[in-house]
């Protein structure tokens, strides 16, 4: 048996008990001690066995309910990651449509709208074609926050 | 007799025996690789000290968590206060559980249904 053994000395017993019965000279008596004294261990060896194995259960209990409770914290930490992960796009986006905004502002004023009054005696066309561009910016926004969200979904995918 | 002062670590308790008061500490997590051996220090400590006890001997147990086989070796431990108990002395232990810990509390239960030793069940608040 090793040395480190958990039931060690109940271990120890057992094999004490078998010598002991591969003894020749045992009397009755003696056997009548010896029995006893075995059915006093292997009555404690029951209840320590209870014991462990309630104490195991209760212990096994307790960390199942950390689990849950760790699986919860994880679904409230990854909604947070997105959320957050939406946010950050959104205000990329944004940036980047006031940039096209610009843009575009000055090819109107620069080349769209000389155009149309060289060749246009049409005030409202002008109007219309600023007016065009303008609405514009809320797809483009769209589309292209949709694009950063992906992109950095797919980078958390493959970092994660 | 020299206390017997082991520190914490991730898998292992803090222990502080200390002979001169009596005052026995362990406390923290118990998941040792080994526990046989790493309680056997302590059994032996309390052989020792079982040779010279304290007019009063007080085991505080404050553990958040244990294993299978740690809790065969607190077994040992407390068959250890048992037999000082037995011998005349006073003895004492106290196992700490943290409120709504029901687990541990249930655990605590469990030990001081099986020992003849004074077992005193404490609800920490958090």
């Not at chain 1, 090793?2 to 060690?8: A, G, P, V």
């Not at chain 2, 222990?15 to 362990?26: E, I, R």
């Not at chain 2, 020792?48 to 077994?75: D, H, V």
Request: proline fraction near 3%; include cysteine; aromatic fraction near 10%.
């Amino acid at each position: 048996m090793k040395k480190s053994e958990i039931f060690e000395k109940e271990g120890n017993y057992v094999e004490e008990l078998r010598e002991y019965c591969d003894m020749q000279s045992a009397n009755v008596p003696e056997l009548r001690t010896k029995l006893l004294e075995t059915v006093n261990h292997y009555e404690e060896l029951i209840n320590q066995a209870q014991l462990i194995t309630k104490v195991s259960d209760r212990l096994q209990h307790k960390l199942n309910n950390l689990n849950d409770k760790l699986n919860v914290k994880n679904i409230e930490l990854q909604e947070t990651i997105d959320e957050l992960t939406k946010a950050r796009a959104s205000r990329k986006a944004t940036t980047i449509v006031l940039v096209v905004a610009i843009a575009l502002f000055f090819f109107s004023e620069a080349l769209l709208e000389p155009y149309i009054e060289t060749h246009t005696s049409n005030f409202y066309l002008g109007f219309a074609a600023k007016f065009g561009l303008m609405l514009l910016l809320k797809p483009i926004d769209f589309v292209i926050e949709k694009w950063l969200l992906q992109d950095a979904l797919k980078k958390a995918g493959k970092t994660g | 007799m020299e206390p017997l002062i082991i520190e914490p670590s991730n898998t292992t308790p803090k222990v502080k025996f200390d002979p001169a008061t009596g005052v026995m500490l362990l406390s923290g997590r118990s998941t040792p690789e080994n526990s046989v051996e790493f309680y056997k220090q302590m059994l032996d400590w309390l052989d020792e000290y079982a040779g010279r006890p304290c007019q009063r001997t007080e085991l505080n147990i404050k553990l958040e968590y244990f294993n299978t086989s740690s809790s065969k070796c607190l077994l040992d431990i407390f068959k250890s206060f048992n037999n000082l108990h037995k011998a005349g002395n006073d003895v004492i232990v106290k196992w700490y559980y943290e409120e709504e810990d029901e687990d541990m509390q249930e655990a605590g239960e469990d030990y001081s249904d099986l020992l003849n030793v004074p077992f005193e069940i404490i609800e920490v608040k958090e």
